[in-house]
Antibody, heavy 119, light 108 residues
Framework: EVQLVESGGGLVKPGGSLRLSCAAS????????MNWVRQAPGKGLEWVSS????????FDADSLKGRFTISRDNAKNSLYLQMNSLRAEDTAVYYC????????????WGQGTLVTVSS | SYVLTQPPSVSVAPGKTAKITCGGN??????VHWYQQKPGQAPVLVVH???DRPSGIPERFSGSNSANTATLTISRVEAGDEADYYC???????????FGGGTKLTVL
């Protein structure tokens, strides 16, 4: 059974940093591209970042302006999101997702981890 | 950047057919995916590659895509189908994943 379990969310002050983790199991982790998708309270889904199976290619939403960095450790079956210079508008539930095919749908989602940026 | 436009809300009576649209420039040339999200839950993929259903998704869910509009059709709507629905695609020109704004389906 495919499982994605996020952790690392919490309350952080504006300007602070946070590192999210996603533990994957039930599939060959290194064979799949992975994503982070976020959802602000009461709002829609927003793609954040993607990384290919080998970790050599990453893609980020333009709105992040280079503040976030996606990475992975295939030996640990883990996906990460390093978030720096956090702003109030980064407050959201962050989901880890697996890409199912060449057309980049997210076929499995974690339960999400809440990041709150507030003073 | 590529924009996907969904109606904010759609209402349908139980047993009827609901159609949720997703508009985009020449979207018919792209592969569109659809997600269902119930309150407090993570999204679930219900249609991928325009019209394919993942295993476990009822046949009542179907999709189509042509010209400038992709459509998610839910037949014989049930109370349990009440949820937010999002379309999504991969914009190959920018290498970005794009989501529509979401549609709240209300079962009357």
């Amino acid at each position: 059974e495919v499982q994605l379990v996020e952790s690392g969310g919490g309350l952080v002050k504006p300007g602070g940093s946070l590192r999210l983790s996603c533990a994957a199991s039930g599939f060959s982790f290194s064979s799949y591209s992975m994503n982070w998708v976020r959802q602000a309270p009461g709002k829609g889904l927003e793609w954040v970042s993607s990384i290919n199976g080998g970790g050599g290619y990453t893609f980020d939403a333009d709105s992040l302006k280079g503040r976030f960095t996606i990475s992975r450790d295939n030996a640990k079956n883990s996906l990460y999101l390093q978030m720096n210079s956090l702003r109030a508008e980064d407050t959201a539930v962050y989901y880890c997702t697996r890409e199912g095919s060449n057309w980049r749908e997210s076929d499995y989602w974690g339960q999400g981890t809440l990041v709150t940026v507030s003073s | 950047s590529y924009v996907l436009t969904q109606p904010p809300s759609v209402s349908v009576a139980p047993g009827k057919t609901a159609k949720i649209t997703c508009g985009g420039n020449n979207i018919g040339s792209k592969s569109v995916h659809w997600y269902q999200q119930k309150p407090g839950q993570a999204p679930v993929l219900v249609v991928h590659d325009d019209s394919d259903r993942p295993s476990g998704i009822p046949e009542r869910f179907s999709g189509s895509n042509s010209a400038n509009t992709a459509t998610l059709t839910i037949s014989r709507v049930e109370a349990g189908d009440e949820a937010d629905y999002y379309c999504q695609l991969w914009d190959t020109s920018s290498d970005h994943v794009v989501f529509g704004g979401g549609t709240k389906l209300t079962v009357l």
